[in-house]
Protein backbone atom coordinates (compact mmCIF):
# COMPACT_ATOMS: atom_id res chain seq x y z
CA UNK A 1 0.00 0.00 0.00
CA UNK A 2 1.31 3.46 -0.35
CA UNK A 3 0.49 6.71 1.14
CA UNK A 4 -0.98 9.72 -0.72
CA UNK A 5 -1.38 13.62 0.55
CA UNK A 6 -2.69 15.84 -2.03
CA UNK A 7 -0.10 19.11 -2.27
CA UNK A 8 -1.82 21.57 0.31
CA UNK A 9 0.08 23.61 2.64
CA UNK A 10 -0.62 23.15 6.27
CA UNK A 11 0.46 25.97 8.64
CA UNK A 12 3.67 26.10 6.74
CA UNK A 13 4.31 22.11 6.53
CA UNK A 14 5.11 19.90 3.86
CA UNK A 15 2.33 18.32 1.79
CA UNK A 16 3.22 15.84 -0.23
CA UNK A 17 1.87 14.28 -3.47
CA UNK A 18 3.16 11.41 -4.13
CA UNK A 19 5.60 9.73 -1.24
CA UNK A 20 6.03 5.88 -1.23
CA UNK A 21 6.85 5.27 2.38
CA UNK A 22 8.95 2.28 3.05
CA UNK A 23 7.36 -0.91 5.02
CA UNK A 24 8.82 -2.34 8.29
CA UNK A 25 12.06 -4.43 7.41
CA UNK A 26 10.89 -7.50 9.92
CA UNK A 27 7.73 -8.45 10.22
CA UNK A 28 7.25 -8.42 13.99
CA UNK A 29 8.25 -4.63 13.64
CA UNK A 30 6.20 -1.85 13.61
CA UNK A 31 5.07 -0.40 10.63
CA UNK A 32 6.40 2.42 8.86
CA UNK A 33 3.53 3.11 6.69
CA UNK A 34 0.80 2.89 9.46
CA UNK A 35 2.59 5.10 11.71
CA UNK A 36 3.47 7.78 8.89
CA UNK A 37 -0.34 7.62 8.77
CA UNK A 38 -1.23 8.27 11.83
CA UNK A 39 0.27 11.18 12.02
CA UNK A 40 -1.08 12.33 8.64
CA UNK A 41 -4.60 11.60 9.92
CA UNK A 42 -3.59 13.49 13.38
CA UNK A 43 -1.77 16.60 12.53
CA UNK A 44 -3.07 16.98 8.79
CA UNK A 45 0.27 17.06 7.24
CA UNK A 46 3.38 14.61 6.43
CA UNK A 47 4.74 12.61 9.06
CA UNK A 48 7.79 14.59 9.08
CA UNK A 49 6.73 18.14 9.56
CA UNK A 50 6.95 19.65 12.87
CA UNK A 51 4.46 19.88 15.92
CA UNK A 52 4.19 19.78 19.16
CA UNK A 53 3.75 16.02 19.14
CA UNK A 54 7.27 15.31 17.71
CA UNK A 55 10.71 16.19 18.45
CA UNK A 56 13.75 15.98 16.04
CA UNK A 57 15.64 13.11 16.34
CA UNK A 58 19.21 15.10 15.97
CA UNK A 59 20.19 12.59 13.23
CA UNK A 60 21.77 14.33 10.18
CA UNK A 61 22.95 12.81 6.69
CA UNK A 62 26.12 13.52 4.65
CA UNK A 63 27.98 12.10 1.19
CA UNK A 64 24.44 11.09 -0.09
CA UNK A 65 25.06 9.53 -3.77
CA UNK A 66 22.33 8.89 -6.25
CA UNK A 67 22.57 8.50 -9.60
CA UNK A 68 22.36 11.77 -12.27
CA UNK A 69 19.43 10.34 -14.20
CA UNK A 70 16.69 8.29 -13.90
CA UNK A 71 14.69 7.10 -16.63
CA UNK A 72 10.89 6.71 -16.18
CA UNK A 73 9.29 4.47 -19.04
CA UNK A 74 5.16 3.96 -18.84
CA UNK A 75 5.02 1.16 -17.14
CA UNK A 76 7.46 -0.37 -15.54
CA UNK A 77 8.36 0.26 -11.78
CA UNK A 78 11.83 1.90 -11.41
CA UNK A 79 13.96 1.82 -8.46
CA UNK A 80 16.83 4.10 -7.89
CA UNK A 81 19.84 3.38 -5.38
CA UNK A 82 21.17 5.65 -2.79
CA UNK A 83 23.85 5.64 -0.16
CA UNK A 84 24.46 7.73 2.66
CA UNK A 85 26.53 8.55 5.66
CA UNK A 86 24.07 9.05 9.05
CA UNK A 87 25.23 10.24 12.13
CA UNK A 88 23.20 9.83 15.22
CA UNK A 89 23.56 10.69 19.42
CA UNK A 90 25.64 7.39 20.52
CA UNK A 91 22.16 7.03 22.43
CA UNK A 92 20.21 5.63 19.29
CA UNK A 93 20.69 1.70 18.34
CA UNK A 94 20.14 2.22 14.72
CA UNK A 95 19.30 -1.76 14.27
CA UNK A 96 16.57 -1.23 16.67
CA UNK A 97 13.05 -2.09 15.15
CA UNK A 98 12.43 1.32 16.65
CA UNK A 99 14.39 2.86 14.41
CA UNK A 100 14.25 3.44 10.61
CA UNK A 101 15.89 5.69 8.33
CA UNK A 102 15.23 6.56 4.51
CA UNK A 103 16.56 8.30 1.14
CA UNK A 104 14.12 10.74 -0.52
CA UNK A 105 13.83 12.96 -3.49
CA UNK A 106 11.47 16.14 -4.18
CA UNK A 107 10.53 18.34 -6.48
CA UNK A 108 10.24 21.98 -5.83
CA UNK A 109 12.31 24.18 -4.60
CA UNK A 110 12.53 22.83 -0.60
CA UNK A 111 12.14 19.74 0.98
CA UNK A 112 9.62 21.96 3.13
CA UNK A 113 7.86 23.61 -0.41
CA UNK A 114 7.61 20.36 -2.47
CA UNK A 115 5.36 19.66 -5.54
CA UNK A 116 5.88 15.87 -4.77
CA UNK A 117 7.90 14.12 -3.30
CA UNK A 118 8.96 9.88 -3.58
CA UNK A 119 10.45 7.54 -1.00
CA UNK A 120 11.03 3.72 -1.06
CA UNK A 121 8.91 1.27 -0.43
CA UNK A 122 11.16 -0.45 2.71
CA UNK A 123 13.47 1.65 4.49
CA UNK A 124 17.39 1.66 3.87
CA UNK A 125 19.53 -1.03 5.32
CA UNK A 126 22.24 0.76 7.59
CA UNK A 127 25.64 -0.45 8.96
CA UNK A 128 27.38 1.37 12.09
CA UNK A 129 30.81 2.53 11.06
CA UNK A 130 31.23 3.85 14.38
CA UNK A 131 29.06 4.88 17.49
CA UNK A 132 27.78 7.74 15.81
CA UNK A 133 27.57 6.87 12.05
CA UNK A 134 26.53 4.54 9.85
CA UNK A 135 26.64 4.23 6.06
CA UNK A 136 23.40 3.23 4.10
CA UNK A 137 21.86 2.09 1.19
CA UNK A 138 18.22 2.20 0.31
CA UNK A 139 15.76 2.81 -2.99
CA UNK A 140 13.83 5.21 -4.13
CA UNK A 141 10.77 3.20 -5.69
CA UNK A 142 9.06 5.21 -8.52
CA UNK A 143 5.92 3.49 -10.31
CA UNK A 144 4.59 5.53 -13.41
CA UNK A 145 1.44 3.36 -13.56
CA UNK A 146 -0.63 1.51 -10.33
CA UNK A 147 -2.50 -2.01 -10.26
CA UNK A 148 -5.48 -1.34 -12.26
CA UNK A 149 -3.99 1.21 -14.45
CA UNK A 150 -4.57 4.07 -12.46
CA UNK A 151 -2.47 7.31 -12.17
CA UNK A 152 1.25 6.57 -10.77
CA UNK A 153 3.36 8.36 -9.18
CA UNK A 154 4.26 11.46 -11.86
CA UNK A 155 2.99 13.63 -13.91
CA UNK A 156 4.70 14.67 -16.90
CA UNK A 157 5.41 18.42 -15.83
CA UNK A 158 7.33 16.59 -13.03
CA UNK A 159 10.46 15.53 -15.55
CA UNK A 160 13.49 17.56 -14.56
CA UNK A 161 15.99 18.32 -11.75
CA UNK A 162 14.55 16.70 -8.61
CA UNK A 163 16.38 17.23 -5.28
CA UNK A 164 17.68 14.63 -2.68
CA UNK A 165 17.22 14.16 1.27
CA UNK A 166 17.10 11.24 3.42
CA UNK A 167 14.73 10.92 6.96
CA UNK A 168 15.22 8.84 9.95
CA UNK A 169 11.73 8.12 12.20
CA UNK A 170 11.67 6.67 15.95
CA UNK A 171 8.07 4.28 16.27
CA UNK A 172 7.53 4.78 19.89
CA UNK A 173 7.59 8.61 19.90
CA UNK A 174 6.97 9.58 16.19
CA UNK A 175 9.96 11.65 16.23
CA UNK A 176 11.95 11.83 13.53
CA UNK A 177 14.73 14.01 11.58
CA UNK A 178 14.69 15.50 7.52
CA UNK A 179 16.86 16.59 5.70
CA UNK A 180 17.40 17.99 2.03
CA UNK A 181 19.39 19.50 -0.53
CA UNK A 182 21.69 16.86 -0.25
CA UNK A 183 22.28 16.22 -3.88
CA UNK A 184 19.78 16.17 -7.12
CA UNK A 185 19.09 13.91 -9.72
CA UNK A 186 17.21 14.12 -12.95
CA UNK A 187 13.95 12.49 -12.98
CA UNK A 188 12.98 11.93 -17.28
CA UNK A 189 10.66 10.79 -19.17
CA UNK A 190 12.14 7.77 -21.43
CA UNK A 191 12.42 7.75 -25.07
CA UNK A 192 12.46 6.07 -28.07
CA UNK A 193 14.06 6.21 -31.51
CA UNK A 194 13.83 4.59 -34.67
CA UNK A 195 15.47 4.65 -38.25
CA UNK A 196 14.59 2.93 -41.98
CA UNK A 197 16.76 3.73 -44.58
CA UNK A 198 15.70 3.01 -47.55
CA UNK A 199 15.75 1.12 -50.67
CA UNK A 200 17.91 -1.56 -49.52
CA UNK A 201 19.95 -2.60 -51.71
CA UNK A 202 20.54 1.12 -53.50
CA UNK A 203 23.11 1.77 -56.00
CA UNK A 204 26.14 3.86 -55.87
CA UNK A 205 25.39 7.49 -55.97
CA UNK A 206 21.47 6.99 -55.26
CA UNK A 207 19.57 8.63 -53.15
CA UNK A 208 18.61 6.77 -49.89
CA UNK A 209 15.63 8.46 -47.88
CA UNK A 210 15.68 7.99 -44.04
CA UNK A 211 12.94 7.81 -41.81
CA UNK A 212 12.32 7.58 -38.05
CA UNK A 213 10.34 8.83 -35.05
CA UNK A 214 11.61 10.23 -31.46
CA UNK A 215 9.07 9.67 -28.85
CA UNK A 216 8.85 9.67 -25.18
CA UNK A 217 6.76 8.11 -22.27
CA UNK A 218 3.65 10.19 -21.24
CA UNK A 219 3.22 9.51 -17.43
CA UNK A 220 -0.73 10.97 -17.51
CA UNK A 221 -1.60 8.44 -20.01
CA UNK A 222 0.85 5.92 -20.23
CA UNK A 223 1.53 6.11 -23.68
CA UNK A 224 4.84 6.95 -25.53
CA UNK A 225 3.86 10.20 -28.44
CA UNK A 226 6.19 11.79 -30.54
CA UNK A 227 8.45 14.43 -29.13
CA UNK A 228 8.26 17.80 -31.35
CA UNK A 229 10.43 19.77 -32.61
CA UNK A 230 13.86 18.06 -31.23
CA UNK A 231 17.19 18.77 -33.05
CA UNK A 232 18.19 14.93 -34.35
CA UNK A 233 21.71 14.06 -35.82
CA UNK A 234 21.43 11.62 -39.19
CA UNK A 235 24.71 9.51 -38.19
CA UNK A 236 26.66 7.11 -40.42
CA UNK A 237 29.15 4.26 -39.72
CA UNK A 238 30.84 2.90 -42.87
CA UNK A 239 30.78 -0.93 -42.80
CA UNK A 240 33.55 -2.53 -40.60
CA UNK A 241 33.86 0.39 -38.40
CA UNK A 242 32.79 1.24 -34.92
CA UNK A 243 32.52 5.23 -35.09
CA UNK A 244 29.45 6.76 -36.13
CA UNK A 245 29.78 10.19 -38.24
CA UNK A 246 26.94 12.75 -38.45
CA UNK A 247 26.00 13.79 -41.53
CA UNK A 248 23.44 16.24 -41.34
CA UNK A 249 21.31 17.34 -37.98
CA UNK A 250 16.95 17.74 -38.46
CA UNK A 251 14.43 18.81 -36.42
CA UNK A 252 11.27 16.06 -35.72
CA UNK A 253 8.23 17.07 -36.90
CA UNK A 254 5.10 17.98 -34.74
CA UNK A 255 4.29 14.44 -34.10
CA UNK A 256 7.89 13.86 -33.90
CA UNK A 257 8.58 12.17 -37.31
CA UNK A 258 11.95 12.33 -39.25
CA UNK A 259 12.24 12.15 -42.61
CA UNK A 260 15.75 13.04 -44.52
CA UNK A 261 17.77 11.69 -47.33
CA UNK A 262 21.70 11.16 -48.27
CA UNK A 263 23.73 10.08 -50.82
CA UNK A 264 24.57 6.43 -50.79
CA UNK A 265 28.06 5.91 -51.15
CA UNK A 266 29.28 2.63 -49.26
CA UNK A 267 27.81 0.12 -47.34
CA UNK A 268 27.07 1.02 -43.94
CA UNK A 269 24.74 1.67 -41.08
CA UNK A 270 22.44 4.39 -40.91
CA UNK A 271 20.88 5.99 -37.35
CA UNK A 272 19.42 8.73 -35.53
CA UNK A 273 20.81 10.49 -32.17
CA UNK A 274 19.27 12.39 -30.08
CA UNK A 275 21.20 14.14 -27.34
CA UNK A 276 18.60 14.63 -24.83
CA UNK A 277 17.02 17.37 -22.52
CA UNK A 278 16.72 17.96 -18.92
CA UNK A 279 13.28 16.34 -18.89
CA UNK A 280 14.31 13.22 -21.79
CA UNK A 281 17.15 11.15 -22.13
CA UNK A 282 19.66 11.42 -24.85
CA UNK A 283 19.06 7.52 -27.44
CA UNK A 284 20.48 5.93 -30.17
CA UNK A 285 18.67 4.66 -32.82
CA UNK A 286 19.75 0.95 -33.74
CA UNK A 287 21.61 1.01 -36.72
CA UNK A 288 20.16 0.03 -40.23
CA UNK A 289 22.43 -1.33 -42.71
CA UNK A 290 22.44 -0.37 -46.43
CA UNK A 291 23.87 -2.21 -49.09
CA UNK A 292 25.42 -0.46 -51.86
CA UNK A 293 26.02 -1.87 -55.13
Request: contains cysteine.
Amino acid sequence: MRIRATVAAVSGALALSSFALPAAHAADAPSYQTEAAKILAAHGRTAFSSSAAAADLGVTFSNLKIAKTIKVGTTNHVAATVTYTLTHGANYDINSSDFDSGPLIYKGSSITNAQNVLGGELPATCTATSDTTANCKGDIDIFPVNEGGTAGDLLNSDAGTWSAGALALQYSTGDHSLQGGLGSTLVQRNSTLTVNATPEPVKKGKTITVVGKLSRANWEDHKYHGYSTQPVKLQFRKKGSSTYTTLKTIKTSTTGDLKTTTTATVDGYYRYSFAGTTTTPAVNATGDFVDVQ
